[in-house]
């Protein structure tokens, strides 16, 4: 199983990225798909999260209304687009697989099965 995550960058606070992670290696729409953060010298935390079939979200408080998850099946690709991007949002961005196909959308990193290897977002203030 691979999860490529892809999209990073630096950019200036106020501004937009849109990261991809291409998964392959399993039955895309079998998994949870969730994006988490790290930022330097912090735990890495859930930043958002969607079901099977794209019919349920979740966001964490710090990204909500700014960041959107979405998901494209056909593709085995997830996607977080990030706008109003603050230095707060600086680090390193990984996304994680696991397998429930329900509408559940799990937000404790212990319970991923699969995650890739990251990408970093640097804002600027």
């Known amino acids: 199983v691979q999860l490529q995550a892809s999209g990073g960058g630096l950019v200036q606070a106020g501004g937009s990225l849109r990261l991809s992670c291409a998964a392959s290696?399993?039955?895309?729409?079998?998994?949870?798909m969730g994006w988490f953060r790290q930022a330097p010298g912090k735990e890495r935390e859930f930043a958002a999260g969607?079901?099977?079939?794209?019919?349920?979200?979740y966001y964490a408080d710090s990204v909500k209304g700014r960041f959107t998850i979405s998901r494209a099946n056909a593709k085995n690709t997830v996607y977080l687009q990030m706008n109003s991007l603050k230095a707060d949002d600086t680090g390193v961005y990984y996304c994680a697989a696991d397998r429930v196909v329900s509408d559940y959308v799990p937000v404790s990193l212990r319970v991923y099965d699969y995650w890739g290897q990251g990408t970093l977002v640097t804002v600027s203030s």
């Open positions: 969607i079901s099977w079939s794209g019919g349920s979200t």
């Open positions: 290696g399993l039955t895309f729409s079998n998994y949870a």
